[in-house]
């Protein structure tokens, strides 16, 4: 461990001249990553036509991206732990080129397919660019550049939608491919020639078994999650996904605490610090995606409902893409809070800005203007949050375990989102309205799904709460002294024991 101590030190001591740079190409690399989440939702009605199947067959198309990243995001972290980070991004943006390219020359579904879960396995990006981060730039330059990095997940997204539906509307739909995976080389041309390989490794054996339970287990939460509006909830299929998952990540967890070198430390994770920053993740990735699921419906059903604004598709990008710019302008704000205050005030900031706008956005709803202001108000909470996130990881692991935990922690976020659209589908499935010969969404249904993504940012709060009081996170990162459980930064630094 102090080698690895050291060798964090030299990293930062000697961190390159042209460290703007990395920080640029990494949150590029982000960005271009991010898109993907976005990426496809303008011609989802349309697929069915382009690929000659039906549109249960076709929603793959959006489920086999999640799926991959859930399963990649923990793999590609601990293998960056052990043989270079730099080198497993390079990896992740190389699938993510070969599924654009898979993608753009497809025609029938199964390629489509394939083509997006390659693009999924592209997501350990953000926190791999993050733990790049900690290891070669200065300690001044940390906080601030990690949110940003952190950000990007949400920028590449706001921003991606309007992009996307530009696209659809005005070129062929193999276009939007193209264009990813022209980012995606850019992307991998800049990292090749300004990204430095860290030099903090882990080394060690990997652990495929733990890696193949995990993969079970989430693979079989997500698609019970994701798919439980189309199968049923009750039906065999599902409750049968849902069991599979429990007995699964259940006896996963049993065998990493009892590997010498498990896929992901347990008994790291389950420090107060990092236990209670992931579960505050889960809530913001709860609270974050709710808004993206209500706000281009209100958008788009028709003005004769007496609630719908009857806009266009790139409309409803155009709306939204004003809440990744916030979210870019908070992540220095955000930094300059966590060195003053802690990387924990900074996040129970956000989660009160993010309950907050919901609350408004219950009784702001009717104009376009309204639903800018909100999702701005929101995207700045996030921006606040997701900027704290990785502070308080890295405070909390040692630097050999970095990537490792950071993965795990934007697992979380998934996590989240996929529960928030879970749930919305079903609140918005019940709460309808007949509006000629279909049942639409109703006014009421939009409310109560504000309400639970306002609940779901007070529960962030609450969580929290029980984060261990803190110095400030310019101070904690490298500092090499501090006490127990109150200083998770200085535990982690000092000694890397696993309580």
């Not at 001044?140 to 952190?150: D, K």
Request: glycine share 10%.
């Amino acid at each position: 461990m102090s080698d690895a101590l050291t060798r964090s030190a030299e990293a930062r001591g000697s961190a390159p001249p042209r460290s703007s740079a990395v920080v640029a190409v990494l949150a590029f690399a982000g960005i271009v990553v991010s898109l993907m989440q976005t990426l496809v939702i303008p011609i989802v009605p349309e697929l069915p036509k382009y690929l000659d199947a039906s549109a249960s067959n076709t929603a793959w198309a959006v489920t086999a991206t999640l799926l991959a990243a859930a399963v990649a995001t923990p793999v590609v972290g601990r293998l960056g732990d052990m043989f270079g980070k730099r080198r497993m991004l390079l990896v992740s943006i190389v699938l993510l080129v070969s599924g654009s390219v898979v993608a753009a020359l497809s025609e029938s579904l199964v390629p489509m397919i394939v083509g997006r879960a390659l693009q999924g396995l592209a997501a350990g990006v953000v926190p791999l660019g993050i733990s790049i981060m900690r290891d070669v730039l200065p300690a001044e330059r940390l906080a601030g550049s990690t949110a940003l990095m952190s950000a990007s997940l949400g920028v590449g997204g706001a921003l991606g939608l309007p992009s996307a539906a530009f696209i659809a509307d005005n070129y062929n739909w193999h276009v939007l491919f193209w264009v990813s995976a022209v980012l995606g080389a850019v992307a991998l041309v800049l990292v090749l020639a300004i990204v430095p390989e860290s030099k903090v490794r882990t080394g060690g054996r990997f652990d495929l078994i733990g890696s193949v339970g995990m993969a079970a287990g989430l693979v079989s939460l997500l698609l019970a999650v994701s798919k439980g509006g189309d199968w049923g909830w009750t039906s065999g299929t599902v409750l049968g996904l849902f069991a599979v998952a429990v007995v699964v990540l259940l006896a996963w967890g049993f065998y990493e605490l009892r590997t010498a070198q498990p896929l992901v430390d347990l008994r790291t994770t389950a420090r107060r610090q990092v236990l209670f920053t992931n579960l505050a993740s889960i809530a913001f990735g709860f609270s974050m995606f709710a808004m993206s699921l209500v706000l281009p419906q209100l958008l788009q059903l028709p003005e004769q409902t007496g609630y719908g604004l009857g806009q266009s598709m790139l409309t409803v990008g155009l709306v939204l893409a004003p809440q990744g710019l916030v979210m870019m302008a908070m992540a220095p704000l955000s930094a300059a809070i966590s060195k003053t205050k802690g990387p924990k005030i900074t996040l129970m900031i956000g989660a009160v800005i993010v309950a907050a706008g919901y609350s408004l956005n219950i009784v702001l709803m009717s104009e376009i203007w309204h639903l800018i202001l909100v999702s701005c108000i929101i995207g700045a909470g996030v921006g606040f949050a997701y900027g704290a996130m990785p502070a308080l990881i890295m405070g909390a692991v040692p630097p050999s375990e970095t990537a490792a935990a950071n993965s795990l922690n934007t697992l979380m976020r998934s996590i989240g989102t996929s529960f928030a659209s879970a749930i919305a589908g079903v609140v918005l499935a019940q709460m309808t309205t007949d509006f000629g010969s279909a049942a639409l969404p109703s006014e009421n249904g939009f409310k109560v799904v504000m309400a639970i993504g306002a609940g779901a940012a007070l529960l962030a709060l609450v969580l929290a709460a029980f984060l261990p009081r803190q110095r400030p996170a310019a101070k904690a990162v490298p500092s090499a002294g501090g006490t127990g459980d109150e200083q998770g930064a200085e535990v982690a630094e000092v000694s890397g024991a696993k309580s």
